[in-house]
């Protein structure tokens, strides 16, 4: 059972380039989810989704695109790398209100842009 | 929008001894309140959580607290063991809406 997988862990951008971080869950979740952690600031919601083809933005949407074009996939699009994305992020997924919200992250993407 | 607030930051404790970290949170629609555990170089992990329709709910050697009326929440760490040392989360949200706000996190360590 592997959960919420995230690809790459690690990952250095230059100023300006693009980049898709990938997320994937076999868990058959409806729900997925953004977040970015910065030092001091604990999670914040980027975006989220509550089922295939549907999107939402959290909290700090700006410089970041989502899609879900399938259950199990949730990919985070950088369009073009500025240094305040500096962050780690995780994905997160959860079957939704019927079976108690339970939410559960994946390890994490560390993400340096210079 | 819900904010959340965590107190301490920082947490030393002895081994064996009790450890307390408490959050407020601003919207009264929430009704979900999950702690989370972080290890170094690893993603939140869900120890405990709480629903607004109850006041307090127990898992061994943790244990949340509720109160609705003041909106805060604590996380209670009784018997502290040195793996317990991590940073804590803790977090709110509307049932069904799947958006966690999250407190700045408690980093706790346990000295044995």
């Known amino acids: 059972n592997a959960g919420v997988t995230q690809t790459p862990k690690f990952q250095v951008l230059k100023t300006g380039q693009s980049m898709t971080l990938q997320c994937a869950q076999d868990m058959n979740h409806e729900y997925m989810s953004w977040y970015r952690q910065d030092p001091g600031m604990g999670l914040r919601l980027i975006h989220y989704?509550?089922?295939?083809?549907?999107?939402d933005q959290g909290e700090v949407p700006n410089g970041y695109n989502v899609s879900r074009s399938t259950t199990e996939d949730f990919p985070l699009r950088l369009l073009s790398a500025a240094p305040s994305q500096t962050s780690v992020y995780f994905c997160?997924?959860?079957?939704?209100?019927?079976?108690?919200?339970?939410?559960?992250f994946g390890e994490g993407s560390w993400l340096t842009v210079v | 929008g819900e904010n959340v607030e965590q107190h301490p930051s920082t947490l030393s404790v002895q081994e064996g001894d009790s450890a307390v970290i408490k959050c407020t949170y601003s919207d009264s629609a929430s009704n979900y309140f999950p702690w989370y555990k972080q290890e170094l170089g690893k993603g939140p992990q869900l120890i405990i959580d709480?629903?607004?329709?109850?006041g307090e709910k127990k898992d061994q050697r943790i244990a949340v607290t509720l109160n609705k009326t003041a909106k805060h929440f604590s996380l209670h760490i009784t018997e502290t063991q040195p793996e317990d040392s991590a940073v804590y989360f803790c977090?709110?949200?509307?049932?069904?809406?799947?958006?966690?706000?999250f407190g700045t996190g408690t980093r706790l360590l346990v000295s044995p």
């Open positions: 997160a997924s959860s079957s939704g209100q019927g079976s108690g919200n339970t939410i559960y």
């Open positions: 977090a709110a949200a509307v049932t069904g809406f799947q958006k966690l706000v």
């Open positions: 709480i629903r607004s329709n109850v």
């Open positions: 989704s509550v089922g295939a083809g549907i999107t």
